[in-house]
């Protein structure tokens, strides 16, 4: 097999993982809309009965709107880094995949949290949590396999604040939800899942830290 030949051939298993991982990201945002169902009413139906029903539908509501931007967001990343990827090996395809099983687990996750989301239970949001860790924490581990020069399956991490940048995208929903565990072991439990609205001060303090390598890593 000559030089032309494996470089199309690398080329293929690279898009086939990316397509698989996209695979994957698109079931698992779809699975979420799943656990919405429309409200079963048999009798005196009018607009005040139909009203309840749905704000009785508002935790899963805001389960799905939480956990859609989540992976939309951790879907971003992971097609910014994979933009820098040149060839691959057996590790990467590993991390990749335990990054997906985490993805593919949040339908569950965040049922679960929206399920039971009484003031008095902490455990459905831990539970979430803890997915939302280990996401982030397989994002990283991916980041730092591919700044790794020595991996030679990346270009364009030269710059140090770009590396900088892409690990603190990593970690971002993972402290974003330590926090609001923390807070809601302390204040009134809804206080704390209500921490992604800490999103976009996070952003802004990432973006004014590493603002041009953000800039940077948002338009190669």
Known sequence: MDKFEKEIKKEFQLERMILFSDA????AITLLV??????????NINDRVVL??????????IGFIFSFFIIGIYWTVHHRLFSYVINYDNKLIWLNIFYLFSVALMPFTTALYSEFYQPNLHIPFLIYTVNICITGFCNYLIVKHLVNSKNNISHGFKDKNLIKASIASSWMMPV??????AISYIFPAWVGRMSPCLF???IWIV?????????????E
């Open 176 to 181: 974003i939800f330590i926090i609001g565990l």
């Open 24 to 27: 994957v990201f698109a079931i």
């Open 52 to 61: 309840s029903e749905l704000l009785h539908l508002l935790p899963k509501l």
């Open 207 to 219: 973006n004014k830290k590493y603002g041009k390598s953000i800039a940077k890593l948002k338009t």
């Open 200 to 202: 976009p001060l996070y």
């Open 34 to 43: 799943i656990e919405i169902k429309v409200p079963h009413i048999e009798n």
